[in-house]
DNA sequence: CCTTTCATGTAATGGGTTACATGATTCG
DNA sequence: CGAATCATGTAACCCATTACATGAAAGG
């Protein structure tokens, strides 16, 4: 655990741990970036394609070329020995945390300048999506705790577990903290 | 409540937030924007007096010249009934989640990739992480709370006690997932 | 036949960090 | 007298979003 020089951006680890789940081309990617990884780490399409290249580049994903659909050809990426290596680093290295940027909380934090009943609607729409989120991470949750690989900890569903117990415990928390502010105004 | 065309950025709005609760220079609130406020919207000085320029441009802000210490006039800023209203306006609005990007997530979601020993190290520095800013928000929020005007739905400290609120709920509900964690590999 | 899905890229723009640049006052 | 603080700005670069662009196969 030391301080080091990346190879790869925050969105190229993204990238290697997800292709060290199994192989997938950058449209796959693209998706998985939108819905299960997106709940901590979004990406588009447009920033993939040209972040592959560089890991590639750098030899830590390679590619087999299959005649596409499209104009072009389809490319099916696979991480590679230095690619494990390198992600299994970056998880074990220190860093220090990066700036939060919370636009809830911020709406949250010049709540006191609208009239109580405006501001009990707010709290309320933000309630209700944090319900939503709970309720789907609950029903994700559900599906990788059926899978008995969940329990190994050296099994990717055993990351994806402790991943959306964490996001669970956070909704609840912040559930309880709308419930909390509504009691505020008196 | 309603989809609105923004005048400002959300930067911008995290500036008319702050001169809502008092005038004060680009520099007092790049402070700010570090510490108090960057708990959960952080910014730089280089980002600052660029959207302070435009605000005053979009008459959001206004300022007054002092004869300042270095080499420029000293500018202090206060927001107007404008800027007030965009402020108060862009609270009540309703807006789509943004993306989350969680680096502390992103590498827990590929801690399968090391060793168990490795693994329960990478918790214990989050941890302690984790409690360190529980009991910073805790002494503010015992500062916050010895002002009787927190409690006031229209005063800033009132907003300023249910995000701190918010901030301890976090940590706290973080805390017990790490504590969960290190009992799941056996 | 039309829409969705698969599949890949590039270009323009906006948001944010790091680094460059300047200089007076205050404190030790 | 040197370092920290007050105080303001600009420039280069990186990261991310939106929009532009193309075209085949599959499904309704």
Redesign the pocket.
Known sequence: MSLRESTA???GFAILGLLARGAA????L??RLERPVGYFW??????I??E??RLAGAGLVAYDEEA?????????YRITPAGQVALADWVASEFEPQ?V?DLEVLRLWSIWTVTPETARKVVQVARARHGELLARYQAELAEVESDPDSGDPRHPLFASRITLEGGLRTRRAALEWCDWMLTQWE
């Open positions: 951006s925050n969105l081309t950058g449209y796959d693209a998706q979004a990406a588009r399409h447009s920033q394609y040209p592959l290249a596409g659909r499209g104009p072009r050809t389809t490319k099916r700036p940027r």
